[in-house]
Nanobody
Framework: QEQLVESGGGLVQAGGSLRLSCAAS????????KAWFRQAPQKEREIVAA????????SYADSVKGRFIISRDNAKNTVYLQMNSLKSEDTAVYYC??????????????????WGQGTQVTVSS
């Protein structure tokens, strides 16, 4: 059984918007720090945005600041990534992840133990 399931990816023109969702099946994941990462072909997986358990602390990669918004609904056990003003360089597979070990919000890939299967985002120029 998959514990994290992403949805909302697809093909969009540059300048457009998409909203990604990541639903967790484990109730315990509701109150852990979560993050979105992405991986473009032949590139390392990189942080996009992270959100602490309460939603009160957010962190963004410089490349997406002012364009992307991370949020969460703990009652629905879901984290979201609103992506606006998309660029061709945003094309990647997007993954959500859960950090069950630390309370301090981390942007390091190594901090996150549970990962979704990924959803493809393709931005055409």
């Amino acid at each position: 059984q998959e514990q994290l399931v992403e949805s909302g990816g697809g093909l969009v023109q540059a300048g457009g918007s998409l909203r990604l969702s990541c639903a967790a099946s484990e109730r315990a994941f509701s109150y852990y720090n979560k993050a979105w990462f992405r991986q473009a072909p032949q590139k390392e997986r990189e942080i996009v945005a992270a959100i602490n358990w309460s939603g009160g602390t957010l962190s963004y990669a410089d490349s997406v600041k002012g364009r992307f918004i991370i949020s969460r609904d703990n009652a629905k056990n879901t984290v979201y990534l609103q992506m606006n003003s998309l660029k061709s360089e945003d094309t990647a597979v997007y993954y959500c992840a859960v950090d069950v070990h630390t309370m301090v919000l981390s942007t390091s890939r190594d901090s996150y133990e549970y990962w979704g299967q990924g959803t493809q985002v393709t931005v055409s120029s």
